[in-house]
């Protein structure tokens, strides 16, 4: 079964980087759009970025493009997330999810998250 | 970024129908997915597309849409049913982002 899991969330100070990654399992991982999704304390979900399984196709969200980059090594089966310049508002769990082939949504399958937290 | 917009609370009496609805103009191009997210859990996918379930997700959850509303409804709810409920979709204002409503509490009595 699909198995998804992230790592490298922790406390860092604002300006500073973090960069997590999503080791991915139980399905062919090029093959598939990924995404980082994130949700700050008590809010909403928001989409960050995606990558095609292709690495052809890549956006963010207006709120991170130019601070993070998103990447993947289909060798490994791996997705990351290089965060640059962090903001106390970008304080949130990251999930990675799988999209379609074709389609970086619907989010099929998520991993269980990792804790960001930029504070002073 | 086009925006989806979710009413924040809806309630439910045990074993009744409800239906959560979300709006937005990229729903008159693309579907939407909606997912369920139990206090400390990851989201789970329940309906995407014209009116699909993912493996696993019980029959009482079904999609459909209308114009610029999507409609998640839940026939006979389940006490464990009660958790927040996200839809989403691709934007349709050419920037090719992905969007999320801002969630539905769904409360089962």
């Known amino acids: 079964q699909v198995q998804l899991v992230e790592s490298g969330g922790g406390l860092v100070k604002p300006g500073e980087s973090l960069r997590l990654s999503c080791a991915a399992s139980?399905?062919?991982?090029?093959?598939?759009?990924m995404s980082w999704i994130r949700q700050a304390p008590g809010k909403g979900l928001e989409w960050v970025s995606y990558?095609?399984?292709?690495?052809?196709?890549?956006n963010y969200a207006d709120s991170v493009k130019g601070r993070f980059t998103i990447s993947r090594d289909n060798a490994k089966n791996s997705l990351y997330m290089q965060m640059n310049n962090l903001k106390v508002e970008d304080t949130a769990v990251y999930y990675c999810?799988?999209?379609?082939?074709?389609?970086?949504?619907?989010?099929?399958?998520w991993g269980q998250g990792t804790l960001v937290s930029v504070s002073s | 970024s086009s925006e989806l917009t979710q009413d924040p609370a809806v309630s439910v009496a045990l074993g009744q129908t409800v239906t959560i609805t979300c709006q937005g103009d990229?729903?008159?191009?693309?579907?939407a997915g909606w997912y369920q997210q139990k206090p400390g859990q990851a989201p789970v996918l329940v309906v995407y597309?014209?009116?699909n379930r993912p493996s696993g997700i019980p029959d009482r959850f079904s999609g459909s849409s209308s114009e610029n509303t999507a409609f998640l409804t839940i026939t006979g709810a389940q006490a464990e049913d009660e958790a927040d409920y996200y839809c989403?979709?691709?934007?349709?204002?050419?920037?090719?982002?992905?969007?999320f409503g801002g969630g539905t509490k769904l409360t089962v009595l």
């Open positions: 999810a799988t999209g379609s082939d074709w389609n970086p949504t619907p989010f099929d399958s």
């Open positions: 139980g399905f062919t991982f090029s093959d598939y759009y």
């Open positions: 990558i095609s399984g292709s690495l052809s196709t890549i």
């Open positions: 990229s729903l008159r191009g693309y579907y």
């Open positions: 597309g014209r009116n």
């Open positions: 989403n979709s691709r934007d349709s204002s050419g920037h090719l982002h992905v969007v």
